[in-house]
């Protein structure tokens, strides 16, 4: 087991998951995917992650879905949520959901990063 922050990453879209799980991998980080919020779930119910880059539009179980399940799970509800997502009113909407931040798609790897290096470092 590695002693490096392990992030979670849960998108339904595969070039932007393994975008993210490459650059993340390369800068220290110990990762995990999911492609949607049942998935997340699970996964983070098996290993709890340091920190959540979430996408918002997924099949099976969305963002919206997710971050309500997580937050009424004790085990789960203090793991901060960075949305990571195309939908034109994401930066609006995730201002209700009690998120840590949210990074529009297309995005800037080193803005996603900076963002991760800050919420890990609280």
Known sequence: MSDAPLILVVDDDNDS??????VLATSGYDVETAIN???ALDSARRRP???ILL????PVMDGFTFRSEQLRDDLLSAIPVICVSGRHDAM????TMRVAGCIPKPFDLDIVLARIREILAH
């Open 17 to 22: 998951r393994t975008l993210l799980q490459m």
């Open 37 to 39: 919020g049942r998935d």
């Open 49 to 51: 992650p340091r920190l």
């Open 55 to 58: 996408d918002l539009a997924m």
């Open 92 to 95: 609006r909407v995730s201002q």
